[in-house]
């Protein structure tokens, strides 16, 4: 970390990548089908079963929401946003399944698009997040979804994104959009010695851009 003691959470919004986010441990157990989320039109999916599909997969779509509402005011449906990054080559959907979120074209969408400043980071190591959370940025990083209870033993690092949005020289606070509600969606405290077993140590980086005309 860096020598220089850092204080401070951004005030961002959040989102979970379901749109019922007490609902999202039932979901996730599977004891609940993510088709029967009560608020699954919110999501702009055109049924159930589309709904379905993309929420298991809509993590950097609630990252960006909530980046969209801290900066812009506004926080667009998660499956629309998804469906324009499939346009722009940031997902690749298959009929079984989706590749991405691929960070490069999301970047230059979420720069041309919404005007933020986007950058794609392949290697983003923890040390650099304070200061770049001092600066007034934002980090989507690449996790184990397991963060959420802080796994002793994660089988791999990432898969899963996360947005970090304040730090402590104890803390990384992230939010989590497949936390649960009992601590691990808002305002996640994730200790800098546990971060590594979780984090891939790459991400992208959102800041605010210049206002569109």
Same mark, same amino acid.
């Given at each position: 970390?860096?020598?220089?003691?850092?204080?401070?959470?951004?005030? =961002?919004?959040?989102? !979970?990548?379901? &749109?019922? !986010?007490?609902?999202?441990?039932?979901?996730?157990?599977?004891?609940?089908? +993510?088709?029967?989320?009560?608020?699954?039109?919110?999501?702009?999916?055109?049924?159930?079963?589309?709904?379905?599909?993309?929420?298991?997969?809509?993590?950097?779509?609630?990252?960006?929401?909530?980046?969209?509402?801290?900066?812009?005011?506004?926080?667009?449906?998660? =499956?629309?946003?998804?469906?324009?990054? =499939? &346009?722009?080559?940031?997902?690749?959907?298959?009929?079984?399944?989706?590749?991405?979120?691929?960070?490069?074209?999301?970047?230059?969408? +979420?720069?041309?698009?919404?005007?933020?400043?986007?950058?794609?980071?392949?290697?983003?190591?923890?040390?650099?997040?304070?200061?770049?959370? !001092?600066?007034?940025?934002? +980090?989507?990083?690449?996790?184990?979804?397991?963060?959420?209870?802080?796994?002793?033993?994660?089988?791999?690092?990432?898969?899963?994104?996360?947005?970090?949005?304040?730090?402590?020289?104890?803390?990384?606070?992230?939010?989590?959009?497949?936390?649960?509600?009992?601590?691990?969606?808002?305002?996640?405290?994730?200790?800098?010695?546990?971060?590594?077993?979780?984090? +891939?140590?790459?991400?992208?980086?959102?800041?605010?851009?210049?206002?569109?005309?």
């Amino acid at each position: 970390m860096s020598d220089a003691p850092v204080f401070l959470t951004h005030p =961002v919004p959040y989102y !979970a990548q379901w &749109e019922s !986010a007490a609902l999202v441990p039932d979901i996730i157990a599977g004891t609940l089908p +993510a088709a029967d989320d009560p608020l699954w039109q919110k999501s702009g999916a055109a049924s159930r079963e589309e709904y379905a599909f993309w929420s298991w997969r809509l993590c950097g779509m609630a990252c960006l929401r909530m980046a969209l509402e801290h900066w812009c005011g506004t926080a667009p449906p998660a =499956v629309a946003l998804a469906e324009e990054c =499939v &346009e722009a080559g940031a997902y690749v959907r298959h009929p079984d399944r989706v590749d991405g979120l691929i960070y490069a074209p999301f970047a230059a969408y +979420a720069r041309r698009r919404w005007g933020l400043f986007a950058e794609s980071r392949p290697r983003l190591p923890a040390e650099e997040l304070p200061e770049h959370l !001092a600066a007034g940025r934002l +980090a989507m990083l690449s996790v184990h979804p397991s963060l959420r209870t802080l796994d002793p033993r994660p089988p791999h690092r990432g898969g899963h994104l996360v947005l970090a949005v304040g730090a402590t020289p104890d803390h990384l606070l992230v939010h989590n959009p497949s936390g649960f509600p009992d601590g691990s969606q808002r305002f996640a405290e994730v200790p800098w010695a546990d971060l590594g077993r979780f984090y +891939a140590e790459r991400g992208v980086l959102l800041g605010p851009g210049e206002r569109r005309s």
